[in-house]
């Protein structure tokens, strides 16, 4: 079984810092994509960043140049440093992985619980 374990997030002022992180619990063959999406009340889920296997990064336009992604698909882990939060930053920031889990089973998305970023003064 993959679990997504996350840890970081809280409460900050604007402008603070808020650093998340997230390893894999549990045995996965192939990671194809790692990274972080958040929930913002009344909203969808939208991504904030990913990195895949091939090294190529992804982020949101509203994060691009205060959030900055981190991690290795060998080392399983996917670190999000949050620079300059703003109040629209405030979500429900959830780890997202694309990958096998056996070498003859089929892709899956796996998804950790979530962690509360708020932004507030």
């Known amino acids: 079984q993959v679990q997504l374990v996350e840890s970081g997030g809280g409460l900050v002022q604007p402008g603070g810092s808020l650093r998340l992180s997230c390893r894999v619990s549990?045995?996965?063959?192939?990671?194809?994509?790692m990274g972080w999406y958040r929930r913002a009340p009344g909203k969808q889920r939208e991504l904030v960043a990913t990195?895949?296997?091939?090294?190529?990064?992804n982020y949101a336009d509203s994060v691009k140049g205060r959030f900055a992604i981190s991690g290795d698909t060998g080392k399983e882990t996917a670190d999000l440093q949050m620079n300059s939060l703003k109040f629209e930053d405030t979500a429900v920031y959830y780890c997202f992985l694309h990958g096998k889990r056996l070498p003859w089973g089929s892709e899956d998305d796996y998804w950790g619980q979530g962690t509360q970023v708020t932004v507030s003064s």
């Open positions: 990195f895949t296997s091939g090294d190529r990064i």
């Open positions: 549990g045995s996965i063959f192939k990671i194809d994509e």
